[in-house]
């Protein structure tokens, strides 16, 4: 599961706050930090834009369209090494994979434009959302080569082109598609269940060679349910008392090609997905993760913000070749842990994560305790 750090919360309070005027919002989707910079509490990487709704192609139904971009110096970290081989604890335990050679830096910018139309719309929805909408998106992106941490502009002198089609930097022109089932009530106990699909197509013949190589397809569904258990408000007031509620999510991603740049390696990842272990680690081309969490929420004395207590399980398995590889890898992981948190706006957690993973192995071998952290809700 994803995590973004504290400073992040600017962020997400302006994007919330939905800052319009008449039909044209503010629209915000993402935020990377890098490591090197302010301790890693420096959101050096955005990508905000603006939402416009004044358009209705379809009579009654609700339509946005959204221009978003971003770009900056972002870090991550490579667990495939340079013949292509993944870095898995099994095999690579004695090594030093835990120290810079793994890890790189590069400027990555990129715009996108996305239209997303709703067709059936419940009517007394105080959010507007649409309860079934599809949408269609266009993205480039544009990356500069990876620079290790002596500045070097390669992180390995051979085998990388084919493991990392963007080691020397790329243009990726992307396509995609999606629905959207929206049946969830946000209070402060979440109840109900949303559903999103998408298959995201960036070909060789799409302008993809002109500068690296991007050659691949990747096709995800997510399913989530939520269960009220107790919402209790404080006397004569809307704040909470206490609220507790079950979440779970399903997401499943399949993705294949022969060019994946390392930008759309991370995301549907199995380490990615699933706590306890590293975040983009464990990239196969299938992989399924079930996450289940039950929340506690304690007294509101703010509206939005109280103290939050989730215990989780995670269960999931990955099979197929390793991205860009020739290598199959396959296996059942699963994970328990728990996190002590501040809930900001409903929407993040301030606070630590105790990790655990309970089958299979993390690149640590050992249970990950985080550092004050904002931890994004499903």
Known sequence: MKKKILSCLVILIVSITGLSAGDIGFAFEDARFHSDYLAGFAPLYLRVGVDYS?????EGQKTNLYVIGGG??????LWTNSLGRPITPSIDNTTDVFNDLNSYSKWQGDLSLKLKQGLIQE??????????AVYGKYGFHLTSPHENADGSQSIFLSGSNSAYPDNAGTLSNILQVGFEIDRLDQGDVYNGFNVDGSVIYGPSWLLNTLNGTTDFVSVNLTAQGYLSLLDLKRENSELELVGIYLANRIRADYTTGA???QFYQEDPAMGSKIRGFEGNSLGTEFSIV???DIRVYGIEFIDNINPVFIAFFDAGYFAGNYYNTQYPGSGFLCSA????ALNIIDFAQIGYSFEFPLVGSNMVEAPMLSSLMLMYKF
Request: net charge negative.
């Open 290 to 292: 079930n996450n289940l």
């Open 337 to 340: 842990g728990f996190q002590i």
């Open 259 to 261: 060019a994946i740049p």
């Open 72 to 77: 900056a110096l972002i870090s991550s970290s």
């Open 123 to 132: 009517e007394g929805r105080e959010d507007e959302k649409a309860f079934f």
């Open 54 to 58: 004044g358009l209705e192609l379809l």
